[in-house]
């Protein structure tokens, strides 16, 4: 007798048999432009076709176009991808990636983890991140621990930004808009032919809104940003790169009420040296990185149970990398990293400050990949990775991937195999009181199983993925942290667009999420079943580019402690812009439109509608 497992299974098909057939009208990719290059699915610049993980490229044209500022607000449409933010601007904002933990998705900028060592799950927290100098965003799902090793089960955020060549280039905006919002950003590209840098710097403030449901005072906020890039060519055969930024956040709250405000500090720094050699005219690159970042918070909350607290999280990491190319399509790649977090938390629980965590944890690893490639159509690749942690041992993960070419048809099929793998964190092994130094490694695996088609000569495509993850050994709180937890999710994430016209462009989302707690047969909070985004982008006249942002999420379960429903909603953003001369712009947008009440998070509000307008220039 079948199962409820098979009648789910038989939904999810029938479910993704419907979206399959969704008329071409509003059907494409996930970028109808395809990128040239994905880099985040092999660690080296890959022709997207040839890749059989699921990714999705977000270019930083299309982040300014449509005048986002925070960066966040970015993913907003990318298949597989929820967000959840406690408030507006300056609030609390985290993403699951397929159903899996805020911790469980790995975030790079410039190559370099950001995942803060001294949150209790190693999440990354977006709320300080203004979308300033970015060139693309690639957004890589399914456990990929095989390549990146551990925070990387659910998927991989990967930030690049701008690098500068050519001419001397500036740019400068302007803005302001609702709730006495001020928003200003400048950057510089240039360089050789050798040579190039790019620095960019944006400042925003706003008086916000009340963020808690059952307070009236706005919650303001303060972000600053700055990040930069250069890179040099010493010889033919040597490159040095560098990156860099910080991303300051300071915010204040009211509560549930407290007559006294609440105040935060986000500070986050980073920076990355790479040294590239080329070696038997090419055939093989080896490079030599060294990264550091620091994360650093501290609240002052007069009327919570803690008055002061502060968190510094620091991740130092050396690692070797070389790639041997076999032939034209096939790539041998061997790499080895010595990785260092720290996690120090400081509490004043009102009679002077206690160290309540002051830990350092090493990690040695060891990993291979081996992309092989076949009369031009059939593209695999083979990954492992084996991870040492001086606290606790070994684990070993892998990943199989592979995509298939039928050129006559214009179809790409695609397909991905991975396990996962995620270490206690530093707060979860030694945090007094709560903290456990027996856990175990959360472990996962995880496939998926797509097709892409392209129609008529590729102004249209559409591609449907089917996924499904299983998670054991999770880590959950119960009086102090314990190996207990077991998890499914499954699903089918649709990605369509369609350009009918030239200067017309529309796209669109849809992902279907099952989630369940084996344990106790419950869906996991805040995973909504049903999400979709619809987006236009119509360069109406040379000089008038018109544009929109439609998005629906499902009802969603708030808290495993509850039985509480964050209720559906709908909601869409326009923007427009008018190029007065060649080089200065005017643009303004309307987020929230039709002033949709909503959360994101239960009992956090989000704002209304909003306008907001400025100015553009480059030189």
Known sequence: MPNRHHHRFRSLLHAGAALAA???????????????????????????????????????????????????????????????????????????????????????????????????????????????????????????SALYGNDAMGGVVDIVTSRGRGPLSVTALAEAGSHRTYRGAAGVTGGTERAGYALNGAYLRTDGISRVTDTTEDDGAKQRALTGKAGVDLTETWTVDVAGGIFDLRSAYDGYGADAPYFGKHVLRYGKVDNTVLLFDGRMETILSVSVVDTSRSYDEPGGFIPRSNYDGTRSTLEYRTNIHVDEDD???????????????????????????????????????????????????????????????????????AAYLVKESGTTLRGSLGTGAKAPTVYQLYAPYYGNANLRTEQSVGADLGVEQAFWGKRATAGVTGFWNRFEDLIAFDDHYVNIARARTMGVEVAVGYRPIDGLRLTGSYTYLSSEDLDTGRVLPRRPRHTAAFGADWQATERLNVGGDLRFVGPQLDSNFSNQDNAAYTVLDANLSYALTEGVAVFGRIENLFNADYQESLQYDAPGRSFFAGVRATF
């Open 331 to 401: 790539t041998l790649t061997l790499g080895a990293q010595r990785k260092l977090e720290t996690a120090r938390i400081v509490s004043d629980y009102g009679s002077g400050p206690t160290v309540d965590v002051d830990r350092t944890v090493g990690t040695n690893a060891f990993y291979g990949q081996y992309l092989f490639g076949y009369d031009d159509r059939l593209f695999l690749t083979f990954g492992a990775r084996h991870d040492d942690n001086e606290d606790f041992g070994t684990e070993n993960t892998v990943r199989v991937t």
């Open 22 to 144: 969704l008329s071409p009208a509003i059907a494409v990719a996930q970028v109808l432009e395809a990128p040239e290059v994905v880099v985040s699915a092999t660690r080296i610049e890959t022709p997207p076709e040839q890749v059989g993980s699921s990714v999705t490229v977000i270019d930083g044209r299309d982040i300014e176009r449509r005048g986002k500022s925070q960066l966040l607000d970015a993913l907003q449409s990318v298949p597989g991808v929820t967000i959840t933010r406690n408030g507006g601007v300056g609030a609390i904002s985290q993403i699951r990636v397929r159903g899996a933990d805020p911790g469980q998705t790995q975030v790079l900028i410039d190559g370099v983890q950001v995942n803060d060592p001294s949150s209790n799950d190693n999440s990354f927290n977006f709320d300080a991140l203004l979308a300033t100098g970015i060139d693309r965003i690639e957004v890589l799902r399914g456990p990929q």
